[in-house]
């Protein structure tokens, strides 16, 4: 049987990252960024000049791709060749990109398979966007984290990031395979009128009543 596993499900800027690291270290548990696979595949796939929207192409990059999942400390990291990836992954480009290669059956399946393995050695607090739906179904640690998206809007744009949320959240609820959406049985949480430290007091403490 393996550790737990807490799952984190959100759309963009809902707080879904800050949260998960700090209920993570909270718990003693490793921090895993799916986001940031999905980020690196498309910038890899970038500085290939691949052409995202043509799946063949993307698929056909995709074997013996020269990236690895591993770990920085309790926090998930992607290395290529020999340096963790950081600044490289929040760029235009990717951001613009990034919903369109997530949305390909191939990449997912790669990732889902690279996201499970961490699993297998330890318990994981994971944040994405089908993660209590895909990649961990039948873990009893589900969370959905949202906010308005007058809220969101400007969360990203405190950050610098001219996205737009509505065209971001029409991409990633709309996808064929698995889109945004929230579990049956998770635990919605809008953090709209919430402090980061009130949103990971209540997950937190769910997960200890779960635990117990």
Same mark, same amino acid.
């Given at each position: 049987?393996?550790?737990?596993?807490? @799952? +984190?499900? !959100?759309?963009?800027?809902? !707080?879904k990252?800050?949260?998960? *690291? $700090? +209920?993570?270290?909270e718990? !003693?548990y490793?921090f +895993?960024?799916? &986001?940031?696979?999905?980020r690196?595949?498309t910038?890899y796939l970038?500085?290939r000049d691949?052409?995202?929207a043509d799946t @063949?192409?993307?698929c056909a990059?995709?074997?013996g791709?020269p $990236?690895s999942?591993? *770990?920085? &400390?309790?926090?998930s990291?992607v290395?290529?060749e020999g340096?963790v990836l950081?600044d490289? %992954?929040?760029?235009?480009e990717?951001?613009?990109n990034?919903?369109?290669?997530?949305?390909i059956?191939? /990449?997912r399946a790669? %990732?889902?398979?690279?996201q499970?393995?961490?699993?297998t #050695?330890?318990a994981?607090?994971?944040?994405?966007? =089908?993660? !209590?739906?895909?990649v961990?179904? =039948?873990?009893p640690?589900?969370?959905?984290v949202?906010?308005s998206e007058?809220?969101?809007?400007? #969360?990203?744009a405190?950050? &610098?990031?001219?996205e737009s949320?509505?065209? #971001?959240d029409r991409?990633d609820?709309?996808?064929?395979v698995?889109?945004? /959406?929230?579990?049956?049985?998770? %635990?919605?949480v809008?953090?709209?009128?919430m402090?980061i430290?009130?949103v990971?007091?209540l997950v937190?403490? =769910?997960i200890?009543?779960?635990l117990?």
């Amino acid at each position: 049987m393996n550790p737990p596993a807490i @799952a +984190i499900d !959100g759309p963009a800027a809902s !707080g879904k990252s800050t949260v998960a *690291k $700090l +209920i993570a270290k909270e718990l !003693g548990y490793t921090f +895993i960024n799916t &986001g940031a696979m999905y980020r690196a595949v498309t910038w890899y796939l970038l500085r290939r000049d691949v052409d995202t929207a043509d799946t @063949a192409a993307v698929c056909a990059a995709l074997p013996g791709i020269p $990236l690895s999942f591993g *770990k920085d &400390g309790s926090v998930s990291c992607v290395v290529f060749e020999g340096r963790v990836l950081t600044d490289e %992954l929040r760029t235009p480009e990717v951001n613009a990109n990034v919903s369109t290669v997530a949305a390909i059956p191939q /990449v997912r399946a790669l %990732l889902v398979e690279k996201q499970r393995e961490y699993n297998t #050695r330890e318990a994981v607090v994971m944040e994405g966007r =089908d993660i !209590g739906t895909v990649v961990f179904p =039948d873990t009893p640690f589900k969370y959905f984290v949202t906010a308005s998206e007058e809220v969101r809007a400007a #969360r990203r744009a405190a950050e &610098g990031i001219t996205e737009s949320i509505t065209e #971001r959240d029409r991409k990633d609820s709309q996808r064929s395979v698995s889109p945004l /959406v929230q579990a049956p049985d998770a %635990l919605l949480v809008d953090t709209s009128d919430m402090s980061i430290e009130q949103v990971v007091a209540l997950v937190v403490a =769910d997960i200890r009543k779960k635990l117990a």
